[in-house]
């Protein structure tokens, strides 16, 4: 084989380990992110629990796959390092989604409130030299996308209240995705985010599904209040009636 060759097929060598070594850094990334996903929605499904457990167990439970999770970061985040955190963003942001709505869904319902980027920086976080730096970068859309998701799962939790027959909850899913469809309707006045306009039907189908429990709700406790104030065979008459008109 003539010197030129052997330089060619040494370039080609080199260009296959370096492509090689993309691929599998990109799989191991991958598979980091669907072990994180999984591992989010399992968080989910025990917070929304709550309507059937005590919140100290429900959040004791959370804590558990929490750690596990930040586990699970703590490997991404080793081959997420330098420019590789951009250059794998699209490959870990599904994880990163899915987690952010794991721990909003938890501030939700521990504290009533929208969970913030900085807080999810800081629940990333681990100690070095005495500073708090995050295992992943997380970014605006990121965030955004994330807390987007917010509406299917406190859909879920709301319906669940409703069959315990907690008004309070269902008025405060109903305050929050208000605020929070208030809050992503300002963002794409601002800048466009394709995939979080994909988001935006999805939000307003959960907040009008929860805007029609209340009302039925509302009619009906309204009605039970009548139904015991009128005398019993007025009472029955009128029930019978309203339950002709309902069929």
């Known amino acids: 084989m003539s010197p ?13 380990d370096t492509l090689d070594a993309h691929y599998d850094q990109r799989e191991r990334v991958i598979k980091c992110s669907r072990d994180i996903t999984a591992l989010s929605k399992k968080i989910v499904f025990a ?18 796959k ?36 794991a721990v909003g869904l938890w501030r939700f319902l ?14 990333l976080s681990r100690d070095v030299d005495g500073q708090l730096q995050p295992l992943v970068a997380v970014t605006d ?19 669940n209240s409703i069959g315990k027959g907690d008004r309070d909850a269902v008025i405060r899913c109903l305050e929050f995705l208000r605020t929070l469809k208030e809050g992503v309707s300002l ?12 988001k935006v039907p999805v939000l307003n189908s959960s907040l ?26 007025e009472a029955l008459a009128m029930d019978v009636d309203s339950r002709t008109i309902l069929t």
């Open 4 to 16: 030129r060759k052997q330089q060619i097929m040494a370039s080609f060598n080199a260009y296959r």
């Open 47 to 64: 917070l929304l629990r709550i309507t059937q457990d005590t919140p100290e167990a429900v959040f004791k439970d959370a804590a558990a």
């Open 66 to 101: 929490h750690k596990q999770v930040l586990e699970l970061f703590a490997k991404m985040a080793v081959e997420l390092q330098g420019s590789n955190a951009m250059k794998y963003n699209r490959q870990a942001t599904p994880g990163i989604q899915e987690y952010i709505e």
């Open 110 to 123: 521990e504290h009533n409130q929208l969970i913030i980027k900085s807080q999810v920086l800081e629940g």
């Open 141 to 159: 859309e990121d965030y955004l996308l994330g807390i987007s998701d917010l509406p299917g799962e406190v859909n879920r939790y709301c319906i």
């Open 187 to 198: 963002v794409l006045c601002t800048r466009k985010y394709r995939d979080l306009e994909k």
């Open 208 to 233: 009008e599904k929860i805007e029609k429990a209340f009302y039925s709700m509302s009619i009906r406790e309204n009605e039970m209040q009548h139904f015991s104030a009128a005398p019993p065979a």
